[in-house]
Nanobody, 123 residues
Framework: VQLQASGGGLVQAGGSLRLSCAASGRTFRTYGMGWFRQAPGKEREFVAT????????EYADSVKGRFTISRDNAKNTVYLQMNSLKPEDTAVYYC?????????????????WGQGTLVTVSS
């Protein structure tokens, strides 16, 4: 599976962005997907995850109520809608895929990673 993240950019605090992650292959729907982020000088952290069928969703407490993860299995794409952005959301955002289809908060559960897309939120 190859993953290509896009949609990052510069936005003012309070604004919105939608990240996309396009996956190759015919078995996308069998993979659990996750979004992680890494801010400068910090460790990578969990943001959101979605199961293969899109039924099970989980969010980090820091983004709950502001971010929404979704997927379109017909388009082999997972999305992260980010609203009410804050300067502390500034980071490189990575999408990842895990082959058991459950999704996970743990980065070591994931088998494939995209290249990352930079989100910068100005105050």
């Amino acid at each position: 599976v190859q993953l290509q993240a896009s949609g990052g950019g510069l936005v003012q605090a309070g604004g919105s962005l939608r990240l996309s992650c396009a996956a190759s292959g015919r078995t996308f729907r069998t993979y659990g997907m996750g979004w992680f982020r890494q801010a400068p000088g910090k460790e990578r952290e969990f943001v959101a995850t979605i199961s293969g069928g899109g039924v099970s969703l989980e969010y980090a407490d820091s983004v709950k109520g502001r971010f929404t993860i979704s997927r379109d299995n017909a388009k082999n794409t997972v999305y992260l809608q980010m609203n009410s952005l804050k300067p502390e959301d500034t980071a490189v955002y990575y999408c990842a895929a895990e082959r058991y289809g459950l999704g996970s908060r743990k980065s070591d559960a994931y088998n494939y990673w995209g290249q990352g897309t930079l989100v910068t939120v100005s105050s």
